[in-house]
């Protein structure tokens, strides 16, 4: 069925009037006439008949009246459909992750993406903060999560579009036992002790270097491990110090009775990061917004 026809039935129907109708639907009054001809002839019923007030439904006309009028709304909502899967986010969305799920809320970012973009397909490659960046840089992620802010490690102004989600404390965490060792110690003295150190792309090994080279120092390495779950299972064992988020110091120390360093803590923030020329690309936008949902408050702020 031409729905062209369908339509000009309906709105003959509504207005009751030829000159009106033509009118609504933008076309001449002859023209019109036409297309009701037309319908009429392919149904084999008659819709209308004319009278001094304008045009009157027959029959027949007020019987179908109401089927057309689903037909019409049906190819309304079937417009309507295919106008939104068009509008819909397609493609891949590779995000750089890091740390524990729960303090990045990971989780409940991921679902926010899924459900208001359910035709993205996301991967996720967990690793360390100074390798989000490389793989940011390489192409290889289009968004992650980063401790620190990127443009100001990096020296690299505007290149990184940057969203600080939430401050947060560095602690120095030491075995059970040593609180002589560490309690009331300066940076000097803590220097001195067994450290596990973390590779240069981690944010342990950038703050840390940004706080001991100015004052001539670096710590005494023991170890060298990539993950937080290794690092702190040296620590347990009585290795040596390491860097630990301030939560995380806390429930070692109610957990497992490991010791504080007192005097001494670095601040950082969990940001989200992907690069600024990017920015508008759909898949990218749908990561910002979902994380918006999530976090809340403006981009940029905490």
């Known amino acids: 069925m031409d729905h062209t026809a369908m339509r000009a039935f309906a709105t003959v129907a509504r207005e009751g009037s030829l000159s009106r109708a033509a009118q609504r639907l933008h076309l001449t009054q002859p023209a019109l006439s036409l297309q009701l001809k037309a319908l009429q002839a392919r149904l084999g019923v008659r819709l209308f008949e004319r009278t001094p007030r304008g045009m009157r ?83 290889e992620h289009d968004v992650g999560f980063y401790l620190g802010d990127p443009d100001e490690d990096r020296g690299t102004a505007g290149r990184y579009r940057v969203r600080t989600l939430t401050p947060f404390t560095y602690r120095v965490l030491a075995p059970a036992g040593w609180g002589p060792q560490v309690q009331g110690r300066g940076w000097a003295e803590l220097a001195a002790l067994p450290w596990i150190e973390t590779p240069p792309e981690s944010a342990h090994h950038r703050l840390l270097r940004r706080t001991l080279q100015p004052l001539g120092l670096q710590v005494r390495r023991v170890a060298l491990v990539d993950q937080e779950a290794s690092m702190l299972d040296l620590v347990r064992s009585g290795v040596g110090l390491s860097l630990v988020r301030d939560a995380v110091a806390i429930r070692e120390v109610q957990a497992r009775g490991l010791v504080v360093a007192d005097r001494v803590a670095l601040g950082c923030v969990l940001s989200f990061v992907s690069l600024a020329e990017r920015q508008g690309e759909p898949a990218i936008e749908a990561a910002w917004s979902a994380l918006g949902r999530v976090w809340g408050g403006a981009e940029g702020g905490v």
Not at 63 to 75: C, G, K, T
Not at 82 to 111: C, K, N, S
Not at 121 to 130: E, N, P, V, W
């Open 57 to 139: 439904l027959t029959p027949d006309g007020a019987a179908l009246l109401p089927l057309a009028d689903r037909v019409l709304a049906a190819q309304r909502e079937f417009d309507g459909a295919a106008q939104r899967l068009r509008q819909q986010v397609r493609g891949e969305l590779a995000i750089g992750t890091i740390l524990d799920p729960e303090f990045t809320r990971l989780g409940a970012f991921l679902r926010e993406l899924v459900e208001t973009a359910p035709f993205l397909q996301t991967a996720l490659r967990q690793g360390m903060s100074g390798e989000v960046l490389q793989r940011l840089d390489a192409g």
